[in-house]
T-cell receptor, first 115, second 110 residues
Framework: GAVVSQHPSRVICKSGTSVKIECRSL??????MFWYRQFPKQSLMLMAT?????????EQGVEKDKFLINHASLTLSTLTVTSAHPEDSSFYIC???????????FGDGTRLSIL | QKEVEQDPGPLSVPEGAIVSLNCTYS??????FMWYRQYSRKGPELLMY????GNKEDGRFTAQVDKSSKYISLFIRDSQPSDSATYLC??????????FGDGTTLTVKP
């Protein structure tokens, strides 16, 4: 149980393109979803927290207009990287939590490369 | 000082060894303790979740929590090459966002 699916797993696109990443909880309803960025050989860097039906809460230093997060249902959250540039290239990972005192379950990540 | 400090590693052990992975934390409000395993180019996978002091066992894995010392450990018995990965501790205060350690990379050599 507790499966989180993230799609796509790999994206290569040109600078200036907007990229959407989907995160779905397949067998549970996720009251909260999280979006992380991970650089090589580093730990997870939390970008934002989203609750279903509410606006996302962004961490300090994360541009809201650059990284648009939508959590429209209890099983789906999306991250859109708008007008992506090479410095946005990274490994993006989502996680979902079923309830208040439940652990996070992670998707398999999206490797984004902006040329 | 970071809220969660994890033994940095890297750690290299022979197959069959007992592995000890450790984290310390500073905030006594932390109540929930997790261990994740992350293979290269994959998302973290939940291994253990506990919220009380003491030991919790699941197969070859044992999670140990000492709230009085603010110290948590993950033990892996009879380690296998397939256990080679980065291990992350994660701690949660009150069902909010988790605080992650920086990870320990483990290599188990056949």
């Amino acid at each position: 149980g507790a499966v989180v699916s993230q799609h796509p797993s790999r994206v290569i696109c040109k600078s200036g393109t907007s990229v959407k990443i989907e995160c779905r909880s397949l067998d549970f309803q996720a009251t909260t979803m999280f979006w992380y960025r991970q650089f090589p050989k580093q730990s997870l860097m939390l970008m934002a927290t989203s609750n279903e039906g509410s606006k996302a809460t962004y961490e300090q230093g994360v541009e809201k207009d650059k990284f648009l997060i939508n959590h429209a249902s209890l099983t789906l959250s999306t991250l859109t990287v708008t007008s992506a540039h090479p410095e946005d290239s990274s490994f993006y990972i989502c996680s979902a939590r079923e309830g208040v005192y439940q652990p996070q379950h992670f998707g398999d990540g999206t490797r984004l490369s902006i040329l | 000082q970071k809220e969660v400090e994890q033994d940095p590693g890297p750690l290299s052990v022979p197959e069959g060894a007992i592995v000890s992975l450790n984290c310390t934390y500073s905030n006594s409000a932390f109540q929930y303790f997790m261990w994740y395993r992350q293979y290269s180019r994959k998302g973290p996978e939940l291994l253990m979740y506990t919220y009380s002091s003491g030991n919790k066992e699941d197969g070859r894995f044992t999670a140990q929590v000492d709230k009085s010392s603010k110290y948590i450990s993950l033990f892996i018995r009879d380690s296998q090459p397939s256990d080679s990965a980065t291990y992350l501790c994660a701690i949660d205060a009150n069902a909010g966002k988790s605080t992650f350690g920086d990870g320990t990379t483990l290599t188990v050599k056949p």
